[in-house]
């Protein structure tokens, strides 16, 4: 039976948190603290983690089993639960399963989005009213990438990439490589070579096809993995990184051009996945249904 003030059946769901890529991202400044200005575009995909929430008796949060390297409490669907609580000042316990299907260190906003559906979906389960403004605030506590998945559509975005506004973008197929590497983002964003000074553009720049990435030339050079990935992915489509990477994609205008692709593609030394740009994202796309 579900608590008082949640809706029926809702615990036994599973919930998306769906994948992103930057389409674009230009970096136009840096602040006194030390965080770069960005420019960017995101876009979720169909390819998604799924959450599972069971509710405990007790006033705790915990994981129905842990990500491997991962501290507990480290993990960001816990902080995201225990963050919610205080905030919320709620006394309620939850212990969360995560499926993970979206690879670690891609650039794809993973983690981020655990947080982001952990966030939006304990809120109606424990029937809190939070608005969608107060977790986005609650998400950039948690990381620069939170906010724009409890948005939860397409987006334009300015500041450290958390002052978003909704943008329509075609839903093409994508290509996705993941190369076997970690990038290491703090690293990409403190080197010298990273341009740091774009002129800004508009949204109507973006959209005619100004759609630079500025950390693509320190990553390539740093990485030869994702180099490769990029050459090779180049001979279907235009090839591109989204955020520092390591994952690297290309647009198709049909499903078939795109699985064709990806299976040319397959090789040892990356995977390949194939996946459908979307302007809103899965997660609301079920929420609308209860």
């Known amino acids: 039976m579900a608590e008082e003030g949640v809706i029926d059946n809702v615990w036994d769901q599973k919930w998306p948190a769906p994948a992103k890529l930057n389409l674009m991202l230009r970096i136009t400044g840096r602040r006194q603290d030390g965080y770069h200005l960005l420019q960017t575009v995101f876009q979720m995909l169909d390819w998604c983690d799924w959450l599972t929430f069971h509710p405990l008796e007790e006033d705790r949060v915990c994981l129905r089993k842990a990500i491997p390297g991962v501290d507990e409490q480290d ?14 000042g709620c006394r309620r316990g939850v212990c969360i399963e995560v499926e ?11 983690g981020s989005s655990d947080a982001a559906t952990t966030l939006v979906v304990l809120n109606k389960l424990w029937g809190l009213g939070l608005t969608v403004d107060e977790l986005m605030e609650m998400g950039l506590r948690l990381g620069a990438d939170v ?4 948005f939860g559509c397409a987006a334009w975005g300015e500041g450290v990439g958390e002052e978003l506004k909704e943008i329509v973008l075609p839903e093409q ?15 990409i964003f ?3 070579d990273l341009t740091r000074d774009s002129n800004s553009i508009t949204i109507a720049d973006f959209l005619a ?12 050079k740093l ?7 990029l050459l090779a992915l180049s001979g279907f489509s235009e090839a591109r990184l989204t955020g520092t990477g390591a994952c ?3 647009q198709f205008s049909s499903e078939q051009e795109a699985r064709d692709a990806a299976k040319k593609l397959q090789a040892d030394e990356w995977r390949v996945y194939l996946a459908k740009g979307l302007n809103k994202s899965p997660l609301y796309q079920k929420l609308d249904l209860f």
Not at 76 to 85: D, H, N, P, Q, S
Not at 147 to 150: D, K, M, R, S
Not at 173 to 187: A, E, L, R, S
């Open 75 to 88: 993990d960001l669907t816990v902080r995201a639960a225990k963050l919610l609580k205080e905030v919320a």
């Open 209 to 220: 096809g100004d759609q630079v990435n500025d950390c693509l030339p320190v990553v390539r």
């Open 223 to 229: 990485y030869q993995s994702v180099e490769d990935a």
């Open 248 to 250: 690297v994609f290309a």
């Open 190 to 192: 403190q080197h010298k």
């Open 147 to 150: 906010p724009v998945f409890v």
């Open 173 to 187: 197929w994508v290509v996705i490589i993941k190369p076997d590497v970690h990038v290491d983002t703090g690293k």
């Open 100 to 110: 993970k299907n979206l690879p670690m260190g891609g650039g794809l906003g993973g």
